[in-house]
Nanobody, 125 residues
Framework: QVQLVESGGGLVQAGGSLRLSCAASGRTFSSNAMGWFRQAPGKAREIVAAISWTGYSTYYADSVKGRFTISRDNAKNTLYLQMNSLTPNDTGVYYC??????????????????WGQGTQVTVSS
């Protein structure tokens, strides 16, 4: 059974940092694109960052560019999201996802086949 399990969320003050991890099990994703999405209360799920299978290509939403860093450790089958200078607008449930048929990074939500259960990030002002 394929599983993506996020961890590292929590409550943090504005200006603080968190590091999210996404551990995959059941299959290896070392050849697959992966990404982080978030869903704020009352809003649609949006892509935050994406990464190619090698880790050499990355994408960031404008709202997080310069503050968040996506990375992966294929040997550990783990995806990361380092989040710095957090603001209340970053509050939401963060999901990691993997694209079964894509090696190059993708921004298309429908191309992500596997999803984690999400981890809550709350940034207080």
């Amino acid at each position: 059974q394929v599983q993506l399990v996020e961890s590292g969320g929590g409550l943090v003050q504005a200006g603080g940092s968190l590091r999210l991890s996404c551990a995959a099990s059941g299959r290896t994703f070392s050849s697959n694109a992966m990404g982080w999405f978030r869903q704020a209360p009352g809003k649609a799920r949006e892509i935050v960052a994406a990464i190619s299978w090698t880790g050499y290509s990355t994408y960031y939403a404008d709202s997080v560019k310069g503050r968040f860093t996506i990375s992966r450790d294929n040997a550990k089958n783990t995806l990361y999201l380092q989040m710095n200078s957090l603001t209340p607008n970053d509050t939401g449930v963060y999901y990691c996802a993997a694209a079964r048929l894509r090696a190059a990074l993708t921004l298309i939500r429908d191309e992500y086949d596997y999803w984690g259960q999400g981890t809550q990030v709350t940034v207080s002002s």
